[in-house]
């Protein structure tokens, strides 16, 4: 089973998301997602400064089995990226809540009220 911290909102596809004091939200993938891709041996970050909308692709991770593509949570800019974890992959599978991906300033804060709970995840990872 994987490891869910309650303090954390989710996505559908794996993502998970804190709200900082500041405002701005860390991005990562989840425990469950680190686990089904394997190893990972890459990882492409997003550009600072660059505007997504929600659900588009925005970062790219690699493992020895897959490549899948990170998706942003919710519309933003992105403020700051992890250089560490794309400098060593395989932090991420170490710690996938400690490895974070990018950190970015959301339009609307609200939208994180719409992601998913830690029950809700667990939920869709234990059925994927």
């Known amino acids: 089973m994987s490891n869910v911290p309650s303090n954390l909102k989710y996505t559908a596809s794996h ?6 004091a500041d405002g701005s939200v860390t991005v990562g993938i989840t ?3 680190q686990e089904a ?21 925005i970062a790219v991770v690699e493992s ?4 899948a593509d990170v998706y942003a949570p919710i519309a933003g800019t992105v403020t700051e990226v992890n250089q560490a974890a794309a400098d060593a992959p395989e932090s991420v599978n170490q710690d996938a809540y ?13 939208d994180l009220d719409k992601m998913l709970d830690a029950a809700a995840y667990q939920a869709v990872a234990d059925a994927a």
């Open 15 to 20: 993502e998970w998301m804190l709200l900082n």
């Open 31 to 33: 425990d469950h997602a």
């Open 37 to 57: 891709l394997g190893d990972l041996v890459f990882v492409e970050l997003p550009e600072v400064g660059a505007h997504f909308d929600a659900e588009k692709e």
């Open 64 to 67: 020895v089995k897959a490549a």
């Open 98 to 110: 400690a490895a974070w991906l990018f950190k970015m300033t959301p339009d609307n804060v609200a």
